[in-house]
């Protein structure tokens, strides 16, 4: 069965500095992975989406994630936060059958000034 | 430009009372899913719908029905609420149900006493 473990429930970093937002995956054969973010009150809006295509993905606003095969990671990462980002991240991988999205059970990410 | 569209935003009920939760998408998308979120726990995928006349079981199904009314539209049903119920609720659509990411209405805050 497909899975994913994101592997800090809050993440806390100074506006200007880098974020890292670490997920492991499980997975019986190559899958399709997702970042989405959640801001308060809001529903989730897609970041980025790994599908075999290049192992570096880039998403929306300075995002971007790295699937790492060998690893079974597929780490967020953005070179510089900003106090929008500042929101609720959630790592996904496709179900087995490929209908269902499994979803890790978040990362807070704190911006302080 | 509006997506996703969830009715109601915010809703109270008393244990046993029953309700509807509607969706609708104007995406043209032909998959539609129906899910819950409680803190701690991700998002869980209650029911879901690949395509317009079709609904099966996600994870968590007891206690819900669906209707896929048309291509647009994607109601869940609470038939008699219990306070375990009292979760976010969320609706997405997406193209397909294979490994296409998700799009997500802003959620229905349900609250049952």
């Known amino acids: 069965a497909q899975s994913v473990t994101q592997l800090d429930s809050h993440v806390s970093v100074s506006e200007g500095t880098p974020v890292l937002l670490r997920c492991n995956y499980s997975s019986s054969y190559s899958p399709s992975l997702f970042w989405y973010v959640q801001h308060p009150n809001k529903g989730l809006q897609l970041l980025l989406k790994y599908t075999s295509a290049a192992t570096l993905v880039k998403g929306i606003n300075g995002f971007e994630a790295e699937f790492k095969k060998s690893e079974t990671s597929f780490h967020l990462t953005k070179p510089s936060a900003h106090m929008s980002d500042a929101a609720e991240y959630f790592c996904?991988?496709?179900?087995?059958?490929?209908?269902?999205?499994?979803f890790g059970k978040g990362t807070s990410l704190l911006v302080t000034p | 430009n509006a997506g996703v569209t969830q009715t109601p935003k915010f809703q109270v009920l008393k244990t046993g009372q029953s309700m509807t939760l509607q969706c609708a998408q104007d995406?043209?998308?032909?998959?539609m899913y129906w899910y819950r979120q409680d803190p701690g726990m991700g998002l869980r995928l209650i029911y879901y719908?690949?395509?317009?006349?079709?609904?099966d079981k996600g994870e968590v199904p007891n206690g819900y029905n669906v209707s896929r009314l048309n291509k647009r539209e994607f109601s869940l049903r609470l038939e008699s609420a219990a306070p375990s119920q009292t979760s976010v609720y969320f609706c997405?659509?997406?193209?397909?149900?294979?490994?296409?990411?998700?799009?997500f209405g802003d959620g229905t805050r349900l609250s049952i006493l």
């Open positions: 997405a659509s997406s193209r397909t149900v294979s490994n296409q990411p998700q799009h």
């Open positions: 719908s690949a395509s317009e006349g079709t609904t």
């Open positions: 996904v991988v496709s179900g087995d059958s490929g209908y269902a999205l499994n």
């Open positions: 995406m043209n998308h032909n998959s």
